[in-house]
């Protein structure tokens, strides 16, 4: 038997994963048709949300997703990075290059994790915060081929963040609201045939890990 659940609170979530799809944020009038309800309970939800800042409205009056999801997003970084830090070492020390965790940021991709091997001389310093556009870098394009379906299982790109680094990125998939991939970045040459399933393998772990 299915468990009870609250309408009010389910509809609530629905208005945050819909205005987060609308950029240009909506209306009253628009975001109760998206929800297909009449306006005077879409006003009683925007009214509880815009207490708890979940909700803001611009100078014309045009619903968008508040700073206070911010806050609740950033309690989970900490979360991801306890989790995804033991695969990340292992791949790391497996392979001899920097691994690292990466996540989707609106149009960027962000570092939340970076392990660096223990026994090589020489490997890619990547600061943990840095950020880049998504169409670049391996770790990027991994996570846009995870929106993807039935695509190659990682991504290989050279030189698009740091002159003579190669990147290889596989994304982590079926994780609900995560968009991440799992990457190694090394100045030296590899075999992607061997470190691809390697790095596909540990985003395969993190999703477990994460489900």
């Known amino acids: 038997m299915a468990a009870e659940t609250s309408q009010t609170l389910d509809r609530g979530l629905h208005v945050l994963r819909i205005l987060a799809g609308a950029p240009s944020g909506l209306t009253v009038t628009e975001l109760a048709a998206a929800l297909g309800v009449n306006r005077t309970v879409v006003y ?5 949300l815009e207490q708890h800042a979940l909700i803001r409205r611009d100078s014309k009056g045009r619903l968008h997703v508040g700073l206070g999801v911010l806050h ?4 989970v970084q900490p979360v991801l990075r306890d ?18 965790l990466t996540v989707a940021d609106g149009d960027e991709a962000l570092a ?3 392990v660096e091997p223990s026994w090589t001389d020489f490997h890619v310093s990547y600061r943990v915060g840095a950020r880049h556009p998504l169409g670049v870098g391996a770790a990027g394009k991994a996570i846009l081929l995870g929106r993807e379906s039935g695509t190659a299982p990682y991504v290989m790109t050279s030189g698009e963040l740091q002159a003579g680094a190669r990147g290889l990125a596989a994304p982590v998939r079926g994780v609900d609201g ?9 100045l ?9 399933p390697q790095v596909s393998a540990a985003a395969d772990e993190v999703a477990a890990r994460l489900a």
């Open 188 to 196: 030296g040459d590899f075999d992607a045939d061997e470190i691809g």
């Open 72 to 75: 609740l997003a950033s309690a």
């Open 178 to 186: 995560l968009e991440a991939s799992v990457g190694i970045v090394t």
């Open 83 to 100: 989790i995804s830090v033991p695969v990340l070492r292992r791949l790391a020390e497996s392979v001899g290059c920097t691994a690292h």
């Open 44 to 48: 009683r939800l925007v009214a509880t």
């Open 112 to 114: 939340l994790a970076v």
